[in-house]
């Protein structure tokens, strides 16, 4: 198994801890998304979006991380990310799409250069863009977390699922721009008992062997 990874990818940092979690060793290969290497030739190859993480399992290519998430449950069930019951599933599924596809993209990396580059937009109007969805998005998932109707010590149960995968590295990058999160004490109570656990902790951008004092790429971003 290959894991292709980065440090600072809120996408592979998801993967990283469903694979410590599951127990699982695959061979970390290091794109670094800084020095553009996920434009190589050999890449394009891999994933022709070019974009991480990929996981290789034997002749198996797997792109984008809810997929791979989906995929390892699959493959490697134990210990498993997703409620037995179906109406669990569903709800853990949706609250992960509300932050893979409805947060995430508009936060990442190539749109903060975009509106840098493209856009000429200031690093005050990009922060302040940052600032806006951020605070929409965690709005919406501390308000899904309130109505739980059977909450536990994660985002479903006691243990953690795919849910608690998306939401732990979403509140990291936000704390990393400095964003306020004392509104969301549900998230922050989740997210700190997530942390307590070994393969959270040692899947945090720190702990990885590519990891670098987090210096400003663009303005207004990294």
Same mark, same amino acid.
Request: contains cysteine; proline residues 8%.
């Given at each position: 198994?290959?894991?292709?990874?980065?440090?600072?990818?809120?996408?592979?940092?998801?993967?990283?801890?469903?694979?410590?979690?599951?127990?699982?060793?695959?061979?970390?290969?290091?794109?670094?998304?800084?020095?553009?290497?996920?434009? *190589?030739?050999?890449?394009?190859? $891999?994933?022709?979006? +070019?974009?991480?993480?990929? !996981?290789? @399992?034997?002749?198996?290519?797997? #792109?984008?991380?809810?997929?791979?998430?989906?995929?390892?449950?699959?493959?490697?069930?134990?210990?498993?990310?997703?409620?037995?019951?179906?109406?669990?599933?569903?709800?853990?599924?949706?609250?992960?799409?509300?932050? *893979?596809?409805?947060?995430?993209? $508009?936060?990442?990396? +190539?749109?903060?250069?975009? !509106?840098? @580059?493209?856009?000429?937009?200031? #690093?005050?109007?990009?922060?302040?863009?940052?600032?806006?969805?951020?605070?929409?998005?965690?709005?919406?998932?501390?308000?899904?977390?309130?109505?739980?109707?059977?909450?536990?010590?994660?985002?479903?149960?006691?243990?953690?699922?795919?849910?608690?995968?998306?939401?732990?590295?979403?509140?990291?990058?936000?704390?990393?721009?400095?964003?306020?999160?004392?509104?969301?004490?549900?998230?922050?109570?989740?997210?700190?008992?997530?942390?307590?656990?070994?393969?959270?902790?040692?899947?945090?951008?720190?702990?990885?062997?590519?990891?670098?004092?987090?210096?400003?790429?663009?303005?207004?971003?990294?």
């Amino acid at each position: 198994m290959k894991f292709y990874d980065f440090y600072m990818s809120n996408a592979a940092y998801r993967v990283r801890i469903a694979l410590k979690l599951k127990g699982l060793e695959a061979e970390q290969v290091i794109v670094n998304l800084i020095e553009d290497e996920h434009r *190589a030739n050999w890449f394009e190859a $891999l994933n022709p979006q +070019r974009m991480l993480p990929i !996981l290789e @399992d034997g002749g198996i290519v797997v #792109a984008q991380s809810l997929p791979i998430l989906e995929y390892l449950e699959e493959v490697y069930p134990e210990p498993p990310l997703l409620p037995a019951n179906t109406a669990g599933r569903a709800w853990v599924r949706s609250f992960a799409q509300s932050i *893979a596809s409805d947060m995430h993209p $508009l936060m990442g990396r +190539r749109v903060r250069r975009y !509106l840098a @580059d493209r856009i000429g937009a200031s #690093a005050e109007d990009i922060d302040g863009w940052y600032r806006n969805w951020i605070a929409a998005g965690l709005s919406g998932l501390e308000g899904m977390l309130a109505a739980r109707e059977s909450p536990g010590g994660f985002c479903s149960g006691d243990a953690p699922t795919l849910a608690d995968l998306c939401l732990v590295p979403q509140t990291y990058n936000a704390r990393r721009f400095n964003r306020d999160l004392s509104p969301y004490p549900t998230i922050l109570d989740i997210v700190a008992r997530c942390n307590e656990l070994p393969a959270f902790a040692d899947s945090m951008p720190e702990n990885q062997p590519d990891w670098k004092p987090m210096e400003g790429v663009i303005p207004g971003g990294r």
